[in-house]
């Protein structure tokens, strides 16, 4: 019987819920599959703020450091009334998130983006867009660009003025590629680098070492794609896609628009992976705060990153499976939380979405 230490940090809004069903489904797993997993609970985000008065400490660095993979919620408040805003910006709770992302050196962000069959219904596509469905991987490049480059906010004469900075050296574009391009060569061999090369000068750099790396993979076919193109090919097309390669924010972006076609963002799953075995796993949602508490949040993202966990960190690919298993037959079963909800399905919350998905493992 292995035994695996796991960090955990619920976070913020629907965070903790969505968190506990994640955790009681990977419990099942265990218990069928022979591993136990033992817990560590951390705090980041606005939790943190309120315990230490900062988003990221080095205590949980260190703790998440010391683990095997780390599972996350969601970390955020509410901008207009939480008083974790009223705070300067490297004080807030997307810092501590943007912070462990970086001590972690977690560079390479896995957002997978499938429709469902049993889903269809929630797809906001027509249905011969629809066709076959669709099934791509975003690889989203998590710990460079404007994300990290110099920024500040001055007035010059009277004038307020912000500058953000987009920095990329080759060494960082070239070690996401290769992940893309590993990626893709057990997929289907397909790799659109997207960029905005038209206009931007580390997109122009960004293309050439793609190039260079795809000289490695003679055996996947790389496509680039500008960033305006790839937001409408999106809808217009999703089949056409396999592996999306791109930089921090054209990633935050498209992965949003890619969950949104797959019929909720509540699905999607995501995967932050340094060089090692070694990842961070949490929805590509956010904390949702209007919801929370409220027992309505879809967990499915959750128990999604935490399969991922179980594959990429853990190397307990059965187990992983039968998580994924267990997700489709509940929508198969013809359950679904209120974000994927058409008529003719039977609603549930979050803890008994949980459940469900459970008692299938
Ligand atoms: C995401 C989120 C974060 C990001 C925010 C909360 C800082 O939108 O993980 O996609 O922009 O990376
Ligand atoms: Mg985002």
Redesign the pocket.
Known sequence: MSNHRIAVIPGDGIGPEIVAEARKVLDAAGKKFGFTLEYQELLMGGASIDAYGVPLTEETIRAAKDSEAVLMGSIGGDAKTSPWYKLEPQKRPEAGLLGIRKALNLFANLRPAYLYEELKGACPLREDIIGDGFDMMIMRELTGGLYFGERKTVEENGVRKAIDTLTYDENEIRRIAKRGFDIARKRRKKVTSVDKANVLDSSRLWRAVVEEVHAEYPDVELEHMLVDNCAMQLVRDPKQFDVILTENMFG?IL??EASMVTGSIGMLASASLNETKFGLYEP?H?SAPDIAGKDIANPIATILSAAMMLRFSLDLDEAADAIERAVKQVLKDGYRTGDILSEGFTKVGCRQMGDLIRDRV
């Open positions: 935050d992965s949003d590509s956010g």
